[in-house]
């Protein structure tokens, strides 16, 4: 949970640390991380919420005339990022939600929407959502000036043991220095594709685990460069590879105990998560677009690759889109496993939360678990089962999107239209765009 941090605390730190630099970081609707940096003169200014920025250039936020924002720096995110300037000196880093001038919270941020439906969940008599994200990332080597390339510096596979090669050592390095800016990592290991990592860090409330998955990014592509090395989140970035996923482990807790579990429930899980998964699964097309916001994305929802294309859930079963991991009462959970981290994890969490609260509000269990691989049943047995597919492309998601209301709630009014205009300008220049494959394909024509 989240840490209490005084502005005093701060202070303090910024002495200890020779922090000469601050750092005032926010998202944007597509949860590129954004950041203004000030002198540390302008602490006091900090601290006081007094830091101002113009708006209007950044993805989803307002129109040149409206475009003055403010910065809302949430003390518990205080860290020094654990590197120097070429002087030495530190930079301090905080999470800010952004507000209005008038100091409403502005909702065009992705933070601040995450805060509301949190608090629409504390207003039915949950006291948190706890999250468990597990992002995966490639590793390419840089070329001689210094940009990406294709070429891995690995050959391992799925948990290989590589001791020595550039791949593992970073990946030392990037637990290394999560760990010293407050990180716990679980687990760390090579995944499927070559060159393909993932790091998993502990599990907590969702506003300081989405928090946290923007901090890993940073870190990982800031600790990838120094070994000369690019990190990549994308979901897809080598045909014929695995691509990279970001599973997301989720438990409502009330009273201090986990919600989703019972002792005498079939497979552990009480009435409040089925009821929450058949909320996820009901909504799991809208859904989607959020947690799969790239032409990309889409090139992983495929056949072939564990990553889930039907609507479906299991116990071990690895194939469906909601897995429910053996674990004991703390650690009960809904594993959606179709979400990749280009994803927003604000904008995600809130879609997921909103559609598994509606799923409580409506107490509907959920279709039977799967227990076959769905990907080898034929079509017929799939709508037999009413299994659905996902959409297949960007396209499709937020048509989906668009005929969801519920899913539109849960961005509210400003978001959703920006992020329907951000998706369909993508859609558009993909459509324009002219591939390698479609010369080789037609240039004989």
């Known amino acids: 949970m989240s840490k209490t941090v005084t502005a005093d605390d701060i202070r303090k730190s910024v002495k200890e640390n020779n922090v000469h630099f601050l750092r005032l970081s926010f998202t944007d609707i597509n949860g590129t991380l954004k950041a203004v940096e000030v002198p540390i003169s302008q602490l006091d200014k900090v601290l006081t919420n007094d830091?101002?920025?113009d708006g209007s250039s950044i993805d989803g936020f307002v129109r040149i005339e409206e475009s003055d924002m403010v910065l809302y720096p949430d003390f518990s995110s205080w860290m020094v990022l654990p590197w120097t300037d070429k002087t030495g000196s530190r930079i301090g880093r905080l999470t800010c939600s952004v507000h209005k001038t008038n100091g409403e919270p502005?909702?065009?941020d992705p933070r601040n929407n995450l805060k509301r439906v949190l608090k629409e969940m504390k207003e039915m008599g949950f006291s948190d959502f706890d999250i468990g994200f597990e992002a995966e990332f490639h590793l390419f080597k840089l070329d001689e000036d210094g940009n990406w390339t294709t070429e891995v510096?690995?050959?391992a596979s799925?948990?290989?043991?590589?001791s020595s090669d550039e791949g593992a050592e970073c990946r030392r390095d990037i637990v290394e220095t999560l760990e010293s800016i407050g990180f716990e990592v679980e687990a760390a290991h090579h995944e499927v594709g070559a060159g393909q990592q993932e790091i998993d860090f502990r599990f907590d409330d969702a506003l300081t685990t989405a928090d946290r998955v923007q901090t890993f990014k940073m870190v990982v592509r800031q600790v990838a460069r120094k070994h000369g090395l690019f990190a990549t989140f994308m979901a897809k970035p080598i045909e014929g590879?695995?691509?990279n996923g970001m599973h997301n482990n989720m438990s409502l807790f009330k009273d201090g105990k986990n919600a989703f579990y019972s002792k005498d429930?079939?497979?552990?899980?009480?009435?409040?998560?089925?009821y929450f998964l058949n909320g996820i699964l009901e909504h799991a097309r809208a859904i989607t677009a959020i947690a799969n916001p790239t032409v990309n994305s889409y090139k992983r929802l495929i056949p072939g690759f564990e990553a889930p294309v039907y609507i479906s859930w299991a116990t071990k079963n690895r194939s469906p889109l909601v897995r429910i991991p053996d674990a004991e009462e703390i650690n009960t959970r809904l594993e959606m496993r179709s979400a990749d981290p280009t994803a927003n994890p604000y904008l995600l969490l809130a879609a997921c939360l909103t559609a598994?609260?509606?799923g409580i509000k409506e107490k509907k269990m959920p279709m039977d678990p799967i227990t076959s691989n769905v990907f080898e049943m034929t079509e017929e047995e799939r709508a037999k089962r009413g299994i659905k597919p996902l959409p297949s492309t960007l396209h499709n998601a937020i048509k989906a999107f668009k005929a969801d209301e519920l899913i539109q709630s849960a961005l509210g009014e400003h978001l959703t239209q920006s992020f329907i205009d951000s998706k369909n300008l993508e859609w558009a220049q993909y459509n324009q765009s002219v591939s390698d494959w479609e010369r080789n394909r037609y240039m004989g024509y």
């Open 265 to 274: 429930g079939e497979y552990h899980l009480s009435d409040t998560a089925l």
């Open 153 to 155: 510096p690995d050959r």
């Open 241 to 243: 590879e695995a691509g």
């Open 106 to 108: 502005f909702e065009g």
């Open 158 to 162: 799925y948990f290989d043991m590589t």
């Open 356 to 358: 598994g609260l509606q």
């Open 51 to 53: 830091i101002r920025f």
